[in-house]
């Protein structure tokens, strides 16, 4: 368990090695889904236990406090630390021809241009609190074209 697996090097760039740490793949279903979701409740169990400070999980890095920002797209769910309003859900995508530090993906078209391109790419969706930086990997997800799989809806 670990919540240091979203964060950004000194340069400030986001890096994939760093990201879904190897503790913290739980099931991961056929599609290639990871999701983390065991992992953040423990993460808050720990808080809440006193385990865990607000300042060790409420750590968003600059750049993704920036992404978050411009980016973010609302989830319907309070915060689970400041119980606060503003959580937000980002989406990085890493794979060859991408940038190093990952692009990030705001709505579903990009996402369907990235699958498009019948390159393997990685997705790393992260919930963020732009009120306390709260922050967590939510899922991890392998985009693949479509010529075999389901069409979307
Ligand atoms: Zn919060």
Known sequence: MTVSGWKTSKNGQIRESQLGDAQDREAQ????????RLSRQQTLKALEQGRK????????????R???HHHGVAIEED????????????????GAGLPRGGRCVSDSAQLEGLRSRGRATTCYRVE???HCWWNHLQESFILRSLDSADQPR
């Open 29 to 36: 279903d056929r599609n290639g889904v990871v999701s983390y």
């Open 53 to 64: 400070l607000s300042s060790e999980v409420c750590d968003a890095q600059a750049e993704l």
């Open 66 to 68: 920036r992404v978050a």
């Open 79 to 94: 915060c689970p630390v400041c119980e606060g309003e503003d959580l937000v859900q980002v989406t990085f995508a890493f």
């Open 128 to 130: 963020v609190c732009r």
